[in-house]
Nanobody
Framework: QVQLVESGGGLVQPGGSLRLSCASS???????MGWYRQAPGKERELVAL???????NYPDSVKGRFTISRDNAKNTVSLQMNSLKPEDTAVYYC??????????WGQGTQVTVSS
């Protein structure tokens, strides 16, 4: 049983920064955690992924701008987003997968990049 709760979304100007956080509860047996995003009319896409051993994965669209981190003891994951662009505007969803092959999703938090 895993529940994910996101926080930190909001409105920011182009070039600005935001930090998203996700708290998980109900299980400590989580391997991968990460963030996906979905803009209106578009498919959900991977933003960042991190495994329990802290291996990370980023798509080219965010490399060098976004950084994912996690605290295994607290079961939290964060996403630092710098140099934000209007095309980063989307609902951002926290993701987690446990060692039994189950996937979990948060409810999402809105990020809007606009001047």
């Amino acid at each position: 049983q895993v529940q994910l709760v996101e926080s930190g979304g909001g409105l920011v100007q182009p070039g600005g920064s935001l930090r998203l956080s996700c708290a998980s509860s109900g299980s400590i047996f989580i391997n991968a955690m990460g963030w996906y995003r979905q803009a209106p009319g578009k498919e959900r896409e991977l933003v960042a992924l991190i495994t329990r051993d802290r291996t990370t994965n980023y798509p080219d669209s965010v490399k060098g701008r976004f950084t994912i981190s996690r605290d295994n003891a607290k079961n939290t994951v964060s996403l630092q987003m710098n140099s934000l662009k209007p095309e980063d505007t989307a609902v951002y969803y926290c993701y987690a997968a446990n060692y039994w092959g189950q996937n979990y999703w948060g409810q999402g938090t809105q990020v809007t990049v606009s001047s």
